[in-house]
T-cell receptor
Framework: GQNIDQPTEMTATEGAIVQINCTYQ??????LFWYQQHAGEAPTFLSY????GLEEKGRFSSFLSRSKGYSYLLLKELQMKDSASYLC???????????FGPGTRLSVLP | DVKVTQSSRYLVKRTGEKVFLECVQD?????MFWYRQDPGLGLRLIYF???????EKGDIPEGYSVSREKKERFSLILESASTNQTSMYLC?????????????FGPGTRLLVL
C-alpha cells in the first residue's frame, strides 16, 4: 500500500528554524519531492531527493533516509512569506505516479 | 518559463450537470495529471496520461473521465456532477523521467457543485 504522513500544522517564529517531517511507505520508490503551496495558489517545486543525505538550497534543505522511509524539510531564517502549506510527495515507480502527503500548514509569527 | 494554465479559477455548477475542466501546458511535456485537493486529504490523483490518447486511472477515478487528443491539452470531465465533487482541481505536467523530474502545476480550479 501507499501511505505518506506529515504533521497537519506547525507554528514558528520569524527568524527561527523549523523542521517539517515526512514518513512514507510505498510499493516502490524513485524520488521524494517537497512543494510549497500558498493559500489559493498552485504548489511550486522546492526540492528533490533520490539518494540518502542532505540537499541544500539557500534557506531550504531537505534530507532523505530511504532505509527509514523518512524525509524532512528544514527552513532557516524564517520569514513571514514562508507561511504556507508544505507538501511531501513520493514517486512510486510501481504505480508510476506521484503520491502526496496531506501537507503541513506552517504559520510564521512575528 | 514553464506554464500550465487551467480554463477557470472558479466554477459553480448544479448537480447532474456535465462539467469540463481544461488544462493546457506549453512545455511539450508527455505526462499530464489531474488531482483533487481537499482539506486534510492532500492531493489525490484522479487520472494521468503519458501520451496523446493514453489515460490511466489514478486513486479516485470514479465519476470522472479524461480526454487527451493533443499533447498540450488534458481535459477532465465530470459526467454528472455531484455535491461530493466540490473541490479544488489541480492539473500538472512533467517530463517522462520516471519520477526524477518535478511536476509543474496549474493555478487550480475551485469547483462548487450545488
Amino acid at each position: 500500500g501507499q501511505n505518506i504522513d506529515q504533521p497537519t500544522e506547525m507554528t514558528a517564529t520569524e527568524g527561527a528554524i523549523v523542521q517539517i517531517n515526512c514518513t512514507y511507505q510505498t510499493s516502490g520508490f524513485n524520488g521524494l519531492f517537497w512543494y510549497q503551496q500558498h493559500a489559493g495558489e498552485a504548489p511550486t517545486f522546492l526540492s528533490y531527493n533520490v539518494l540518502d543525505g542532505l540537499e541544500e538550497k539557500g534557506r531550504f534543505s531537505s534530507f532523505l533516509s530511504r532505509s527509514k522511509g523518512y524525509s524532512y524539510l528544514l527552513l532557516k531564517e524564517l520569514q513571514m512569506k514562508d507561511s504556507a502549506s508544505y507538501l511531501c510527495a513520493v514517486y512510486d515507480n510501481y504505480g508510476q505516479n506521484f503520491v502526496f502527503g496531506p501537507g503541513t500548514r506552517l504559520s510564521v509569527l512575528p | 518559463d514553464v506554464k500550465v494554465t487551467q480554463s477557470s479559477r472558479y466554477l459553480v455548477k448544479r448537480t447532474g450537470e456535465k462539467v469540463f475542466l481544461e488544462c493546457v501546458q506549453d512545455m511539450d511535456h508527455e505526462n499530464m495529471f489531474w488531482y483533487r485537493q481537499d482539506p486534510g486529504l492532500g492531493l489525490r490523483l484522479i487520472y494521468f496520461s503519458y501520451d496523446v490518447k493514453m489515460k490511466e486511472k489514478g486513486d479516485i477515478p470514479e465519476g470522472y473521465s479524461v480526454s487527451r487528443e493533443k499533447k498540450e491539452r488534458f481535459s477532465l470531465i465530470l459526467e454528472s456532477a455531484s455535491t461530493n465533487q466540490t473541490s479544488m482541481y489541480l492539473c500538472a505536467s512533467s517530463l517522462p523521467a520516471g519520477g526524477q523530474e518535478t511536476q509543474y502545476f496549474g493555478p487550480g480550479t475551485r469547483l462548487l457543485v450545488l
